[in-house]
Nanobody, 119 residues
Framework: QVQLVESGGGLVQSGGSLRLSCAAS????????IAWYRQSPGKQRESVAH???????NYADSVKGRFTISRDNAKNTVFLQMNSLKPEDTAVYYC?????????????WGQGTQVTVSS
């Protein structure tokens, strides 16, 4: 069973940057597409970026050009570099397998990491 631990969140001013980490343990995640998700109060969890096992990436329009997803398979870790942050990026950020695998194939959700962007 894979355990996911997200970290790197915090409070940052608008225009600032943060780098989130998603560390996996229990089994390798290197062969799977991994996504970063976020959820803000009153809204559904949404996928903001994903990276395939081969390193191909895809981004939601709302973060394209500002966020960069990457992975270090040797460390079993996926990263999300967030630049030019906006108040609307405020949310709890989570990582997991890509949503198209279906709910039964997702890992147990971690605690997430809070990102707060002040205006």
């Amino acid at each position: 069973q894979v355990q996911l631990v997200e970290s790197g969140g915090g409070l940052v001013q608008s225009g600032g940057s943060l780098r989130l980490s998603c560390a996996a343990s229990g089994s390798t995640i290197s062969t799977y597409t991994i996504a970063w998700y976020r959820q803000s109060p009153g809204k559904q969890r949404e996928s903001v970026a994903h990276i395939t096992s081969g390193g191909s990436t895809n981004y939601a329009d709302s973060v394209k050009g500002r966020f960069t997803i990457s992975r270090d398979n040797a460390k079993n870790t996926v990263f999300l570099q967030m630049n030019s942050l906006k108040p609307e990026d405020t949310a709890v950020y989570y990582c997991n397998r890509a949503q198209w695998v279906g709910p039964s194939q997702l890992y147990r959700w971690g605690q997430g990491t809070q990102v707060t962007v002040s205006s």
